[in-house]
């Protein structure tokens, strides 16, 4: 399962535009679906495991 951007950030209480950061420095990995950006939750919970948030 993977979480829009939006759905991400609201998960991790900041703002779209962190995400956005979060994925062009690599510290989240993103999939593209046609014009959406997609977060695994994979991801999104190795980036909490690791307390970079």
Avoid: N
């Avoid at 998960?11 to 950061?21: C, D, P």
């Amino acid at each position: 399962m993977a979480c829009s951007v939006a759905e991400t950030a609201e998960m991790l209480s900041v703002g779209t535009w962190l995400i956005y950061e979060l994925i062009h420095t690599k510290q989240l990995r993103s999939l593209k679906a046609g014009r959406r950006r997609l977060i695994p939750r994979a991801s999104i919970e190795r980036f909490l495991d690791e307390g970079a948030a």
